[in-house]
T-cell receptor, first 116, second 113 residues
Framework: DTEVTQTPKHLVMGMTNKKSLKCEQH?????MYWYKQKAKKPPELMFV???????INESVPSRFSPECPNSSLLNLHLHALQPEDSALYLC???????????????FGDGTRLSIL | GNSVTQMEGPVTLSEEAFLTINCTYT??????LFWYVQYPGEGLQLLLK?????DKGSNKGFEATYRKETTSFHLEKGSVQVSDSAVYFC????????????FGKGTTLSVSS
């Protein structure tokens, strides 16, 4: 069982809908990440939160809005998405970002998003 | 910035065959190196890691050695099983300041009995 829990597992939405993806971890990690993964491609980094503050935004369109309400939770709010946004969205967590990158990231199983 | 190049598959092997998946990297400084595995319908699982030159990561019969002289981190397993069929990603930290990862393109391994 994964230690990073993502809900929902599947989501189908229209282009005018607003929905949210949720991610939760209870490992005491202080860095959390959102990745987007298209079929047969590697994950691409979208956002990084460190100590509940946004530290990296990889020039993601504003129709994706991340939120980190506390150290255990990470949300991704979706609005007015496009069909090309259909993908697997992966959440990950790790120990604090400031260390020298020795700490691996732990991934959830993802939310498979389909935009109609 | 840092980058990683990974052999692209698919790699098709018979059970008990020897596996090598090549991974080379370009980096400034001393990145940490990782192999992740993704089974169908699942997220990524850490397979092994190495944080400095000459470190050997190992797990579940898989091994990889951090070779600074050849900037490589090749994944090996002496005898693969059908259950090893998955996509394997080589990854490194983007820079020394944090843990954001850059992934290789992934190698699909298919093992038949």
């Amino acid at each position: 069982d994964t230690e990073v829990t993502q809900t929902p597992k599947h989501l189908v939405m229209g282009m005018t809908n607003k929905k949210s993806l949720k991610c939760e971890q209870h490992m005491g990690h202080r860095a959390m990440y959102w990745y987007k993964q298209k079929a047969k491609k590697p994950p691409e980094l979208m956002f990084v939160y460190s100590y509940e503050k946004l530290s990296i935004n990889e020039s993601v369109p504003s129709r994706f809005s991340p939120e980190c309400p506390n150290s255990s939770l990470l949300n991704l709010h979706l609005h007015a998405l496009q069909p090309e946004d259909s993908a697997l969205y992966l959440c990950a967590s790790s120990q604090e970002v400031a260390r020298q990158g020795h700490q691996p990231q732990h991934f959830g199983d993802g939310t498979r998003l389909s935009i109609l | 910035g840092n980058s990683v190049t990974q052999m692209e598959g698919p790699v098709t092997l018979s059970e008990e065959a020897f596996l090598t998946i090549n991974c080379t990297y370009t980096a400034t400084g001393y990145p940490s190196l990782f192999w992740y595995v993704q089974y169908p319908g699942e997220g990524l699982q850490l397979l092994l890691k190495a944080t400095k030159a000459d470190d050997k990561g190992s797990n579940k019969g898989f091994e990889a050695t951090y070779r600074k002289e050849t900037t490589s981190f090749h994944l090996e397993k002496g005898s693969v099983q059908v259950s090893d069929s998955a996509v394997y990603f080589c990854a490194l930290t983007r820079n020394q300041a944090g843990t954001a990862l850059i992934f290789g393109k992934g190698t699909t391994l298919s093992v038949s009995s």
